[in-house]
Structure formats: structure tokens, C-alpha cells
T-cell receptor, first 113, second 112 residues
């Protein structure tokens, strides 16, 4: 049963701390997305990669957020330093063909206090 | 031009009724229009999708109607069931990019 795996599922951290979220895309998928979901803004695209190369990170606050794909089986989203306004659910999704289904993970619920 | 506007924000329907959710877009370069369904605590999952070469697509109780000239598309859920209670997102993207732009979501509640 192929699925996108995200860790951790829940994270509570203090303001100013570094947060790293991890995503294992479905094997064989060459596109990886990071989305942030909040009640106010809905689903916002933060960044996405194709074949491990970043294609668009215009939705990401550059001063504190960074996204990488160290290898084809791992994508990371890092926030340093974290702020209370970063509290949200962060989703990773993967796909293998342009403009077809994006498969979402179950998300990481981040709470910054 | 990148926005996708979705309405209503919430919808309450009785079991067996028809649920209708509408979306509108501005960018005529969009050519892929999926609908995603999200249950609490889960990630969104693709429900049904359409491309602008057809005006309607049906899969079981779910139908997308697409009006290219009006730049609108809608999701119809026939014979709505309590198990359909979820949040529904429309989305759009352009052919030369995977970048999915999502609507703001519609919370559907189906009461028995």
C-alpha cells in the first residue's frame, strides 16, 4: 500500500526553536510538494521539487523556512527560528506525472508556543 | 489571476439530497481542475478531475460540470450520504507546471 509518510505527526515547540519536518514520497514519484494548511489561508503551496530540484519556493518565507531533498526518498522542511504564526498543519504530497493526482501524507500538526 | 474562488464556505444537506459546490478562476491558462476531499485528521485525497476539453465528467455519485466561457466549474454530489461529510477543495493548475492552486474549501455536512 503505497503512501506518503510524514514525521512527526504532531510537534509542539517553543518560539525560537528549530523545527524539522520529514517526508518520504511514494517510491517512483518524482515530484514533491510542501503545503501549509490553516483555517484562515486554506492550503498554501510553500515549495515543490521535481527530480529533487527545487522548482518553486515562492510561497515560502525565505528568512526562516528552507526545503531540501537530500535524496529521492526524503524531503525536509525546516523552520528556524519558529514563531507562533507558523502553527499550522504541514502537508507533503508527491506525484509522478505533470497534472495528475498528487498524493498527500497525513500531515504534521505544528504548534509553536 | 492565480486565485481560485470557492463557495459556499459551508454546506448542510440532508441525506439523499444534492450537494453543489462552485469554483471560479481567472487565469485562462489553467487546464487541469481537480477536486480533493479531506476528512478530519487526514490529508486531502483526489476525488475527481476534469480537463477543459469536456464540459462534464461523472464518476459514480460525483459529477464535475465545467463552463469554460464562464471560467467556472462545480462539483455535484448526488444522493449525498453522511459518509460524504468532509471538506472539499477545488484546485487548478497549468499545463507546464504541477503547481496546484487550491480554493478555500467547503465544509459539507450531510445529516441523516
Amino acid at each position: 500500500d503505497a503512501r506518503v509518510t510524514q514525521t512527526p505527526r504532531d510537534k509542539v515547540t517553543e518560539m525560537g526553536q528549530e523545527v524539522t519536518m520529514r517526508c518520504q514520497p511514494i517510491l517512483g514519484h518524482n515530484t514533491v510538494f510542501w503545503y501549509r494548511q490553516t483555517m484562515m489561508q486554506g492550503l498554501e503551496l510553500l515549495a515543490y521539487f521535481r527530480n529533487r530540484a527545487p522548482l518553486d519556493d515562492s510561497g515560502m518565507p525565505k528568512d526562516r523556512f528552507s526545503a531540501e531533498m537530500p535524496d529521492a526518498t526524503l524531503a525536509t522542511l525546516k523552520i528556524q527560528p519558529s514563531e507562533p504564526r507558523d502553527s499550522a498543519v504541514y502537508f507533503c504530497a508527491s506525484g509522478y506525472q505533470m497534472n495528475t493526482e498528487a498524493f498527500f501524507g497525513q500531515g504534521t500538526r505544528l504548534t509553536v508556543v | 489571476q492565480q486565485q481560485v474562488k470557492q463557495s459556499p464556505q459551508s454546506l448542510i444537506v440532508q441525506k439523499g439530497g444534492i450537494s453543489i459546490i462552485n469554483c471560479a478562476y481567472e487565469n485562462t491558462a489553467f487546464d487541469y481542475f481537480p477536486w480533493y476531499q479531506q476528512f478530519p485528521g487526514k490529508g486531502p485525497a483526489l476525488l475527481i478531475a476534469i480537463r477543459p476539453d469536456v464540459s462534464e465528467k461523472k464518476e459514480g455519485r460525483f459529477t464535475i460540470s465545467f463552463n469554460k466561457s464562464a471560467k467556472q466549474f462545480s462539483l455535484h454530489i448526488m444522493d449525498s450520504q453522511p459518509g460524504d461529510s468532509a471538506t472539499y477543495f477545488c484546485a487548478a493548475s497549468k499545463d507546464n507546471t504541477d503547481k496546484l492552486i487550491f480554493g478555500t474549501g467547503t465544509r459539507l455536512q450531510v445529516f441523516p
